[in-house]
């Protein structure tokens, strides 16, 4: 089978983890990167990470090259996608990753200049469609440019697709307790945003910040918009989020029933996907695994039959990543 050419736009966090899978898959096959920093940065960050630790190849640059063992991949560094040629490459799908282009007007310069497909790593500001892994992504209807959506929303999503298919769900309040993020502070600096508490220091504080996450699973609840409300919680971790998701139920209901229907709809239709766990553990427990969200059993609560709670994990990097190599599979079919 004839491997599928990806190239990564956006080589930061969550390109490089994509990059790091995409280098496991055999399907796949990585053919260029392109960001606006030194190309010894981006073989030496690849090779080494703080989380996810070495990797067991030869990684080093070579003139425009990243050269991986025997493997050739492509280096540039353009900022604008329309004097980026992407044409000799042969790219199957362009994975989107630098966060600066969220529309489909921004986007369409990278189908131009020679990628057949593009998936978008964060949510869109326009009517880009928008495909979740377990969602709707068998619905994909080959649209050449697509959103994955966020972090938040692969591991939110799917749990309350199952939730509101089998017991209703007129609203919710999300807590996402979110690992820091390239766009805060080391120190308490300045900053850029109008969220004013993202100047202060990451890695020793625990900084309350609006969330784009009720925003994103409005897209596929719209009954429930009005009625649902996220804030993300940075705490002092370097990767890992945990959910904290309360749910006001459309009548009374057991809890043992819930946890029945939340463990066999996962196993059987989420399998790879959504997962669970009745072991107690903490978010470094997490780091690396490639499911969209793990649902902490013992922390599934309901108060007064109708207000359930229900707690569960991710690798918002790397998780998220594996959702979005898969959905670049998925569309370069």
Request: one cysteine or more; a negative charge.
């Amino acid at each position: 089978m004839k491997k599928r050419r990806v190239f990564i736009n956006g080589f930061g966090r969550i390109g490089r983890s994509a990059g790091r899978i995409i280098l496991e898959d055999d399907t796949l096959e990585l053919v260029g990167i392109n960001d606006l920093y030194d190309y010894e940065q981006m073989a030496y960050l690849l090779k080494y990470d703080s989380v996810y630790k070495t990797l067991p190849y030869d990684i080093r640059a070579e003139n425009d090259n990243l050269l991986i063992d025997d493997r050739r991949v492509k280096l540039s560094s353009i900022k604008n996608p329309a004097d980026l040629d992407l044409h000799a490459l042969d790219i199957d799908v362009l994975l989107e990753c630098s966060g600066m282009f969220l529309s489909l007007e921004s986007t369409q310069a990278f189908i131009d200049n020679g990628a057949r497909k593009v998936v978008v790593s964060t949510p869109p500001k326009d009517k880009m469609p928008i495909y979740i892994c377990g969602v709707n992504d068998k619905e994909y209807m080959g649209e050449p440019i697509i959103s994955n959506s966020s972090c938040s929303a692969n591991a939110i999503v799917p749990i309350f697709k199952i939730i509101d298919k089998h017991f209703g769900i007129k609203g919710a309040v999300m807590h996402m307790f979110h690992s820091y993020t390239a766009y805060q502070n080391l120190l308490d600096v300045s900053h850029y945003s109008s969220d004013i508490r993202r100047a202060r220091a990451a890695a020793v504080n625990i900084i309350p910040l609006e969330s784009s996450a009720a925003r994103a699973t409005n897209y596929f609840f719209p009954h429930l918009k009005g009625n649902l409300y996220a804030k993300s919680i940075r705490i002092p971790v370097a990767s890992t989020t945990m959910y904290d998701l309360n749910i006001k139920l459309d009548g009374e209901y057991r809890l043992a029933d819930i946890k029945k229907t939340l463990l066999e709809e996962i196993s059987f239709s989420y399998a790879g996907i959504l997962n669970t766990s009745d072991i107690p553990k903490v978010s470094n427990d997490y780091i690396q695994d490639r499911h969209s969200a793990t649902v902490d059993l013992p922390l599934v609560d309901l108060a007064g039959g109708e207000l359930l709670r229900v707690s569960a994990w991710q690798d918002n990097e790397y998780g998220y990543a594996c959702r979005l190599v898969e959905m670049g599979r998925l569309v370069s079919r």
